[in-house]
């Protein structure tokens, strides 16, 4: 089969997209947070014990994903398909930030193009954050592309919030006009991930603003087209959003506020502070991410791209310097600041298409590009950093998978796994996050997964205290206590070992002992 000339753009943007992901790179699995959105879909698709386990049967924030991950877990059988998922996501963000800057400036130059292609590639590639972490520190790796409070679109793992995507991919089709299109990826977003409804309620405000900036209609402001434009549009994003708005209302909000609150104050000041504590998260990174965005609003010479910029800019930042004043840790899991990670990128396809327009011109090699021995500069120079970024990918991406793999942990799940008993419940150390979608068995507690229903809440950091109350000092005494939370099997590093006479020791390494309490240990 021939290809003709016209699937030719389409070929290659396909191929630059692959590309794309895997300069990006992704952790292994299972990883980071996966370790929490994944369980519930473990769960569902009957994976070793976890449907027994007590995390899987709270309250599922994120239920669009977690049918995701467990039809996809039934239908395949192969988890190396999320893999897939998450390269899928990365090749809509790349397809979409290269039409933003399309749409800024006119990409007609061969040149122009493999510009703005290889500076997306360049700075969003594993090989910049690395430069960035190793030189700068962690908190610069993603400075140029994630938002604020440690908050991104993409990230290391293939998670709800990825599906963040689809709120660039909105705003690339409400500045084409395509409002429905844009309503749509709106509600995409915010039902894979319910944290993107404030969002995309401050983006849908904004794409009304741009309505209004039309000439005619700053003239007619309340003539009848308009008005039904914005029911229309309204009407559409209410329709789209309601099922996940009805959903997180009915099983997160409607609790006695004393409840409320004190969940919200485990989560804002000991699970998530980085995220949602304003005097942890705030430090000078932002304060550049900020000077990027604030910039960018003066550089931009599209109007209704300023004005999707700046309308969701000042709320965010209103609601931001409320939930600063009052500290009301339930307005600071609202995110205020979340919507920077749209605008962030936006922001930055805005820098590099000024780059492109304004300052390659001026540099006199530039002029000289019609020369024979300048005109082949640009591409060449374009290809050894694309390759380079990419083999960079490839490389990043082994290293991890070899680092993962020699985990000081995976001899000990990989025996729990090949052991599991339907009762089991292990009572694991605090911060041994891969534990149950690696061994496939049910846990007591982990500091990385949370649930986020209020009264939930409460009582994992309950079960967080007892864990951590034992493993600062292990006694046989403190094993008593077990029975009444039905732990069944104790997991215990190497240098603190007990000797108990209802402990039988199942598996021994260099770096972990693994007990079970005989049934009849309580006197």
Request: glycine fraction near 2%; hydrophobic fraction near 50%; charge should be positive.
């Amino acid at each position: 089969m021939k290809l003709s000339k016209a699937n030719l753009p389409a070929l290659g943007l396909i191929t630059l997209s692959i590309l794309f992901s895997v300069s990006y790179t992704q952790y292994p699995l299972f990883s980071s947070n996966q370790n929490t959105y994944f369980l519930p879909g473990f769960a569902c698709a009957n994976i070793g014990n976890l449907a027994h386990d007590w995390l899987a049967n709270t309250q599922d924030a994120t239920p669009l994903f977690s049918l995701l991950v467990c039809h996809t877990l039934k239908w395949f059988h192969w988890t190396g398909i999320f893999y897939l998922y998450y390269g899928l996501i990365q090749a809509i963000y790349f397809i979409a930030f290269y039409k933003l800057i399309a749409y800024q400036i006119k990409l007609t130059s061969l040149s122009h193009k493999i510009l703005a292609i290889t500076a997306i590639f360049v700075l969003h590639s594993a090989a910049i954050r690395y430069l960035l972490t190793h030189s700068l520190g962690p908190d610069w790796a993603y400075i140029l592309e994630g938002g604020l409070a440690n908050q991104r679109m993409l990230g290391s793992v293939f998670q709800p919030s990825v599906f963040g995507v689809f709120l660039l991919v909105s705003v690339l089709f409400a500045l084409n006009q395509r409002n429905e299109l844009a309503v749509l990826c709106l509600a995409l977003a915010a039902s894979f991930h319910p944290t993107y409804l404030l969002p995309s309620g401050l983006l849908i405000l904004s794409y009304i603003f741009v309505l209004w900036l039309d000439k005619d209609q700053r003239k007619y402001p309340l003539d009848k087209p308009f008005i039904h434009r914005i029911f229309h549009l309204l009407f559409l994003y209410l329709l789209l959003i309601l099922p996940i708005l009805l959903y997180t209302l009915v099983h997160f909000a409607f609790v006695p506020p004393e409840v409320a609150e004190k969940a919200a104050a485990i989560l804002v000041k000991v699970r998530i502070p980085h995220h949602a504590d304003i005097h942890t998260w705030f430090n000078i990174t932002s304060l550049v991410q900020l000077a990027i965005l604030i910039s960018s609003f003066f550089l931009t010479r599209r109007p209704a791209l300023r004005a999707i910029l700046i309308v969701p800019f000042l709320f965010g930042f209103l609601l931001t310097v409320i939930q600063f004043v009052t500290k009301s840790n339930q307005l600071a899991l609202l995110f205020p600041w979340r919507i920077s990670i749209v605008l962030i990128p936006l922001a930055l396809s805005i820098w590099i298409s000024w780059f492109i327009e304004i300052l390659i011109p001026a540099i006199p090699l530039a002029k000289l590009s019609v020369s024979s021995y300048v005109k082949p500069l640009i591409p060449t120079l374009s290809l050894i950093l694309i390759s380079g970024v990419v083999i960079i990918g490839v490389i990043r991406f082994r290293l991890d998978l070899k680092r993962y793999n020699s985990a000081p942990e995976i001899p000990l799940y990989h025996y729990v796994h090949d052991h599991l008993s339907a009762e089991d419940v292990y009572l694991i150390p605090p911060k041994m996050e891969n534990f149950r979608l690696s061994s496939g068995a049910a846990a007591y507690v982990d500091f990385k997964s949370s649930p986020y229903r209020a009264d939930e809440v409460i009582e994992w950091y309950r079960r967080l205290s007892f864990s951590n109350q034992f493993y600062q000092k292990p006694t046989c005494n403190s094993i008593r206590l077990f029975e009444q939370e039905n732990i069944t099997h104790l997991v215990l590093p190497k240098f603190s070992s007990l000797h108990c006479p209802f402990l039988d020791q199942e598996f021994e390494d260099n770096f972990y002992y693994l007990y079970k309490l005989k049934n009849d240990f309580v006197k």
